[in-house]
């Protein structure tokens, strides 16, 4: 029996495809049993890698494409943004970026770079590989559950507290 479950697609590198990979990355980050606003953040991050191979990997005459493979594990989920597009240098956006100070003038924040901030701070795990030949963003999720240990019986409520 295998570790992990593994989902790939395959989309065009256009704006209308950030949509139906969000709704899949979800729906799969439901089956691992995330909680709705551990969905939320993953798809935020996962949209900020896709908007980012969208907006930057390929020249405006290529026909791009990308590449979202998605591991799903008992605890988490690991999430492959790729493309075979223009490359950058993650370090050195990155030291461009943040960090941002909450005394900060919004409407001075630096926008770019403003995805990969929010992909380390959404995410657990955040790698960049820069092959000569495009980008590969490797994010990871880790399953936290507020939840009863298995064992008790009961949950004690206002309703069956004696007085």
Do not use: C
Request: charged share 25%.
């Amino acid at each position: 029996m295998r570790a992990f479950d593994y989902i790939e697609i395959r989309v065009p590198a256009k704006p209308q495809y950030v949509g139906v990979i969000r709704l899949t990355v979800s729906g799969l980050a439901s089956r691992v049993g995330f909680s709705y606003d551990q969905i939320e953040d993953l798809k935020i991050a996962v949209s900020e890698a896709v908007t980012n191979v969208v907006q930057h990997a390929y020249d405006s005459y290529d026909d791009g494409e990308i590449v979202i493979g998605n591991a799903l594990y008992d605890h988490k989920i690991e999430v492959m943004v790729s493309d075979y597009g223009n490359s950058f240098n993650f370090e050195e956006i990155k030291s461009q970026i943040g960090p941002y100070q909450e005394d900060e003038n919004v409407e001075l924040l630096r926008e770019g770079g403003l995805g990969l901030y929010l992909m380390e701070t959404l995410m657990d795990e955040v790698r960049v590989n820069n092959n000569e030949g495009g980008v590969t963003v490797f994010m990871t999720k880790y399953v936290t559950r507020e939840q009863v240990k298995d064992d008790d019986e009961t949950i004690t409520t206002l309703s069956n507290i004696q007085r």
